[in-house]
């Protein structure tokens, strides 16, 4: 019996030093697509549109270098045909932008990674995308707030986009 709950308790050990080592789980985004991109359906003037490089595919966060903006934001599932399926209750967006490193990470639950984020007090529009879709983020990133919030997953194994806009991300203060 001491033998069998050693082998569980070490079970339980190994699995959470795995996930404590890989924080980002094995859902990242190791992908980047360019404004280029054929598929895009974003009809932003060009000015509008910023271009991300796969540099790397998971920012580093651990330094003092980042800034975290949270809220609400409204989500929606729609087909490719634009037809609504269903709205959902406001859902918990969290955006921690790497001001040195230029890069983002949306997490509504699961995180998405963008590089190349303009801090310029202007919209930009990112693209992004892995085995598992594409992302189009648009935000202007201002000094206490994210404005202008839209974040889109199109689902490959679903043909579904899911929408989350809202108007404002609050900065979240350091203590």
Same mark, same amino acid.
């Given at each position: 019996?001491?033998?069998? $709950?050693?082998? $569980? ?10 996930? /404590?080592? &890989? ?7 190791? *992908? &980047? ?5 054929? *598929? ?18 998971e ?5 003092d !270098?980042?800034?975290?903006?949270? !809220? ?9 045909? !634009? ?14 932008i790497?001001? /040195? ?13 963008? &590089? &190349? ?15 598992? !879709? ?18 889109i $997953? ?6 579904? /986009?899911y929408?989350?806009?809202? *108007? ?8």
């Amino acid at each position: 019996m001491k033998i069998k $709950i050693f082998l $569980i308790i070490m079970i339980i050990l190994f699995a959470a030093s795995c996930t /404590k080592n &890989n924080p980002a789980n094995p859902l990242q985004n190791t *992908d &980047n697509v360019t404004k280029n991109n054929a *598929d895009s359906d974003n009809t932003s003037s060009k000015n509008d549109i910023s271009s991300s490089e796969n540099k790397t595919s998971e920012p580093n966060f651990e330094d003092d !270098g980042y800034v975290e903006f949270r !809220g609400k934001a409204k989500s929606i599932a729609k087909k490719l045909d !634009g037809t609504e399926l269903t709205e959902f209750d406001p859902e918990n967006v969290y955006v921690d932008i790497n001001e /040195k490193d230029k890069s983002a990470v949306v997490n509504i639950p699961t995180p998405f990674y963008f &590089n &190349n984020i303009k801090l310029d007090n202007s919209k930009h529009t990112y693209y992004s995308s892995d085995y598992r !879709g594409k992302y189009t983020l648009t935000m202007k990133v201002e000094n206490d707030s994210i404005t202008e919030f839209q974040f889109i $997953i199109f689902d490959k194994s679903e043909n579904i /986009k899911y929408y989350y806009e809202t *108007d404002r991300l609050y900065k979240l203060q350091k203590n």
